[in-house]
């Protein structure tokens, strides 16, 4: 089939759009800092993504773009191999702050995934990476609107999805005002809760914030700002560190059952409930071994992809569904 000279000619001229998106010149995101941004990891090379890596690459997920033209799943969200140098870099902060703000954990031999201090910077390095990408897509959502008006054409954007981004992104700029309180001070006042989990490695690394629509939170419609979970896996040194907090003031019975419900878990439980966080999540990734092994397993990935996107926001609705049924020991 042929398709319609009008539907590629927005194509391309989409992909345009983001493509110079893409290029713009950063600013850090610390505090009022207003710098150039260089590419920093969301999760360290050398320390963690290599623990996961083979030949230097790692696969990563690769979520929702939501300037898609609605084809098929498949095209939506994929998996892809990555170098280690670039696996999940943001130009997030300048020169100075991502030396200053990481040194704590940067220089230490032994990571502490215990201490309050490592557990915030995880996590603030995760909301930042969440924030980076909400402007990224409001602003490429501002210049695509820009360009529907001028070709008078219907703008191939889900509008609510921006609306929730809208949202979304004034509440993370109040958790971000609040985690760098603490990270500046020496005196930890603790706004947050984290748990952290030890479980033997497996190489699966994660590094997200995880938020609820509105719907789910019937009797929250009041409070202005929205719950929201921290989620890390790290892998390190042969054992799997999982990460799990909110913020004392904006949280609720749901996000506090679901980080106490990662305690002791037999391994059945465990996969399962890692295959439901990894539904919940885009910034996340695994072992080129681990890879095949679950692809070898006939329409796992599949599955994956087509729950990704009806994947329910509310925590606790775990389905029963196991990625790594046969593939992680
Ligand atoms: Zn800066």
Known sequence: ??????????????????????????KCLYDACNKNAINSHLLQKRKILKEVSENEHVILFSGRNPFYFREDVKS????????????FTFPLFCKHHDNYLFSEIEK????????YKTQLLFSYRALIVELFKKNKVLIADKRLIEYTKKEEIIAPIDQSFIERIKLGK?????????MEKEINTKEVSQNFTFFTYKYKGFPIFLSAVISFSKKHLKNQYLIDILPVLFANIIPYKNISYIILGYHNKYTNGEIKKY???WRELDKESFQIKLTNLLLRCETWGLSPSLYRKIAKRKKRFEELKERWIKTSSALNDEIDFNLFLGSLK
Do not use: C, H, P
């Open 259 to 261: 980080v106490f419900s």
């Open 108 to 115: 230490k031999k032994q990571i502490d995934f215990f201490d």
């Open 76 to 87: 939506i969200i994929d998996f892809k191999k990555v170098g280690i140098n670039k696996a």
């Open 170 to 178: 004034n509440d993370l700029y109040y958790y971000k005002k609040e």
């Open 1 to 26: 089939m042929f398709e319609d000279k009008e539907i590629l000619k927005r194509k391309i001229d989409t992909n345009k759009i983001i493509k110079k998106v893409d290029k713009i010149k950063w």
